[in-house]
């Protein structure tokens, strides 16, 4: 893994490249990956009258988005990728929002829940704090954030044409708690494999309605 010596613009937008370039590819590999477990644990922190106004953050072709338009819920997609956001229209119906992640545009306390599934670990360090708290903010009061990201020892950098941050539990709570969010609970993934084998860290959290962000 490289580390960047470039804008956090000009990083996010060779990713944002790369996935445009490999949309196809990319749906076809992960439209039948199984994440019940992570949608199932959002759901079930939200305390609101179903249905629920869910943010699908990092959308990509819409496989998500679509699960929880079957449930019954009304979610709208966001996505920096031209491809992805246009794969996910069709095959939804749903809103989805062409929206860099350091370029957000969001509706303060419009939804009850943020369902980010593999998407923050590719903001920039730098960035994250100004992003999470756009997150925390386009949340209800006791809105719920799930996130779910390929941990690490905090290394940051490129693998391939892609850029992440591969951060560890406890840098993961302490970017959330500065966010103002209360963590609910958290686990590894895939289920049922010794931790070596568990790549993904999921974290469910609720916003802090107390908080006072800078």
């Known amino acids: ?75 709208v997609g966001l996505d920096g990728s031209q491809e992805f956001v246009a794969m996910a229209r069709e095959a939804t119906g749903c809103e989805v929002w062409h929206q860099d992640f350091l370029a957000l545009e969001l509706p303060d306390a419009h939804f009850d829940g943020v369902f980010a599934n593999a998407s923050l670990f590719h903001v920039p360090s730098a960035e994250l704090p100004r992003v999470l708290a756009q997150l925390n903010a386009c949340l209800k009061p006791a809105g719920v954030l799930f996130s779910s990201n390929p941990r690490g020892a905090n290394q940051e950098g490129w693998n391939g044409a892609r850029y992440g941050v591969y951060h560890d539990l406890e840098s993961w709570r302490g970017l959330l708690g500065q966010a103002g969010f209360i963590e609910l609970e958290h686990y590894y993934r895939p289920a049922g494999l010794p931790r070596e084998r568990q790549p993904w860290l999921a974290s469910v959290w609720r916003k802090d309605a107390e908080a006072r962000l800078p």
């Open 1 to 75: 893994m490289t580390q960047a010596f470039r804008p956090a613009n000009e990083v996010t937008a060779a990713t944002l490249d790369d996935y445009n370039r490999s949309a196809t590819a990319f749906r076809a590999g992960t439209q039948d990956h199984d994440v019940r477990q992570n949608i199932d644990a959002l759901l079930r922190h939200i305390h609101a009258e179903p249905p629920f106004r869910i943010l699908d953050f990092g959308c990509g072709p819409g496989r998500d988005l679509a699960a929880f338009a079957r449930l019954g819920h009304r979610p």
